[in-house]
């Protein structure tokens, strides 16, 4: 069965600190990673998916496939990063449904 | 562009009663899914639609939730009757025909039985 595993529920960190939202998976096929964020008050939206490789917001995620995990990074955190932040797959290159993980809070203090 | 809309943001119904949720898709979307946050739990796959038809259900909780989408343009959820523990936060996304785009989500609707 696919899962992914959030271990934090609450990640504060001062402004200008790095920050690395931790993210494992189990999945027996192919998968695509994604983080999805919800800032306060607005909708989920996708923040970075693996395969794009990009930076978004400052924000990086690699997928190691060998410890099956999809670390979120920023090296420096700002304080408009304050939000939840969840982690997801789903089978790639499909239209298949996302898989969620439970969710991190990440609070950045001024 | 309009986003995904959803309809109502908010119900407060008494156990034994029937919700149903609406949702509107981005236009031209032919995927609509369902998914739903129970309190302290992970967002979870409920169904997906392909234009009208139902291209997995398996993630429906049980017989008293019923997805529809005549038409294959919005799509409703009816939960009937409701149970305390179908509390929480229902999100309706969409997405294009086209593989691995990404899913569009709605503010959700929030779902509360008394």
């Known amino acids: 069965a696919q899962r992914v595993t959030q271990p934090e529920k609450l990640l504060s960190v001062f402004k200008g600190a790095p920050v690395e939202l931790k993210c494992n998976y189990s999945y027996s096929g192919s998968p695509e990673l994604f983080w999805y964020v919800q800032y306060s008050r607005q909708r989920l939206q996708l923040l970075l998916r693996h395969i794009s490789r990009e930076s978004i917001k400052g924000f990086t995620a690699d997928l190691n496939k060998g410890e099956t995990s999809f670390h979120l990074k920023k090296p420096f955190a700002q304080e408009e990063d304050s939000a939840m932040y969840y982690c997801a797959l789903s089978e790639a290159g499909g239209y298949q449904k996302v898989t969620f993980g439970t969710g991190t809070k990440l609070q950045v203090i001024p | 562009e309009a986003g995904v809309t959803q309809f109502p943001s908010h119900s407060v119904i008494e156990k034994g009663q029937t919700v149903t949720l609406r949702c509107d898709p981005i236009s031209g979307h032919d995927n609509l899914y369902w998914y739903r946050r129970v309190m302290g739990k992970e967002i979870k796959f409920l169904l997906h639609f392909v234009k009208e038809s139902k291209q997995d259900e398996s993630g429906m909780p049980n017989n008293r939730f019923l997805a529809e989408r005549t038409g294959g343009t919005y799509s409703t959820l009816k939960v009937q009757p409701a149970e305390l523990e179908d509390s929480g936060v229902y999100f309706c996304?969409?997405?294009?025909?086209?593989?691995?785009?990404?899913?569009?989500f709605g503010p959700g609707t929030r779902l509360t039985v008394l």
């Open positions: 996304a969409s997405s294009q025909d086209r593989l691995g785009v990404e899913q569009f």
